[in-house]
């Protein structure tokens, strides 16, 4: 598995070159040979495919990629379509619509990936009903790796940091360069302590188009 965005690979040549990350490698590989794993293994690097390094305008950090069978298709929240949505992504959609009006179906997230949303998990992969099942394997430390080339090189990124572990994971970033909300969790268990009126959506366009930026058209 390799990236073929070149942006991506001049900022994390050294960090794929390293011992860790052919040891996550090897790993992996052999997890997938061995077991049932999401997302399919073409699709591992999908959020980084279809945003290159330079396009980045927005991330949406999640955790680790959903774990039941075709639904992870390597975006954060997303869900390949036809698939039903899980209760986060319904909690999403709801303050997207009650923020800008704009109401979805699909649970594909292409369409936003495709804008410079960087749909980024902290762990790429997961053994099927076995939610965590792959962190510790140096994942993590590829993603904090992603975070921090993104933040020292590019400017004017909105990251959305949706829960406790999201924003541990992006306390580094430079809050003079870029802009960061933070809100708790849009799962059902934090839904109404923060999230629920939030207006991620329409926060992170203004800021865009403050910056001289096109908006994200939040439709899919």
């Not at 986060?88 to 109401?103: A, M, P, T, V």
Request: neutral net charge; aromatic residues 12%; proline residues 4%.
């Amino acid at each position: 598995m390799k990236l073929k965005a070149k942006g991506w690979n001049a900022h994390l040549k050294e960090e794929m070159s390293s011992d860790y990350f052919k040891n996550l490698m090897e790993n992996v590989n052999c997890l997938y040979e061995t077991t049932m794993v999401f997302p399919p293994k073409e699709e591992v690097y999908n959020a980084f495919e279809l945003v290159d390094f330079n396009d980045v305008r927005v991330v949406i950090l999640g955790q680790d990629p959903y774990h039941g069978a075709f639904q992870a298709n390597g975006l954060s929240f997303s869900v390949s379509k036809g698939v039903k949505l899980p209760p986060s992504l319904q909690n999403i959609y709801k303050e997207l619509e009650s923020d800008l009006g704009i109401r979805n179906i699909n649970g594909d997230l292409t369409k936003w990936a495709e804008q410079g949303v960087f749909l980024l998990n902290a762990t790429l992969t997961v053994e099927e009903k076995k939610a965590g099942s792959h962190q510790k394997l140096g994942w993590e430390k590829f993603t904090d790796a992603v975070i921090e080339q993104l933040s020292k090189h590019r400017e004017n990124i909105v990251f959305i940091l949706w829960g406790s572990y999201a924003q541990k994971k992006g306390k580094n970033i430079d809050r003079s360069k870029h802009f960061v909300i933070e809100t708790v969790h849009p799962s059902p268990l934090s839904v109404y302590r923060g999230f629920f009126g939030s207006k991620p959506f329409s926060q992170t366009n203004d800021y865009l188009e403050s910056k001289g930026l096109k908006a994200i058209d939040w439709k899919v």
